[in-house]
């Protein structure tokens, strides 16, 4: 029923910048929030950011002050501003939204909860 669909990706040197966009189409849910995640090699999924229907903004630890993400309630896409990479940083990005209980909701940081995934990014960054 609903599908996600990354772009953006590719391979960057450290201390450059990428902007990652996600398209949500096949009738998502209301009010739904709007999430990355990634997930390195050998690692479990990392949750990166999210942003529920009103505008508010979530970030991993590992990402706050340099990514940025944003959506667009009309088009349900989703966009991901990455600064500043590092070698860190290089995994496959993935989109996903879900419903969480109202426009205001918090989104979960539990990337086992959330209802639908795309096919993922790949972001390389050399060192």
């Known amino acids: 029923q609903v599908q996600l669909v990354e772009s953006g990706g590719g391979l960057v040197q450290a201390g450059d910048s990428l902007r990652l966009s996600c398209s949500c189409s096949g009738r998502p849910e209301s009010a739904n929030a709007l999430g990355w995640f990634r997930q390195a090699p050998g690692k479990e999924r990392e949750f990166v950011a999210a942003?529920?229907?009103?505008?508010?903004?979530y970030y991993g630890d590992s990402v706050k002050g340099r990514f940025t993400i944003s959506r667009d309630n009309a088009k349900n896409t989703a966009a991901l501003q990455m600064n500043n990479l590092g070698p860190e940083d290089a995994a496959v990005y993935y989109c996903?939204?879900?419903?969480?209980?109202?426009?205001?909701?918090?989104?979960?940081?539990?990337?086992?909860?959330?209802?639908?995934w795309g096919q993922g990014t790949q972001v390389t960054v050399s060192s």
């Open positions: 942003i529920n229907w009103a505008h508010t903004t």
């Open positions: 996903a939204t879900s419903r969480f209980g109202s426009m205001r909701a918090i989104p979960s940081r539990d990337p086992g909860v959330w209802r639908y």
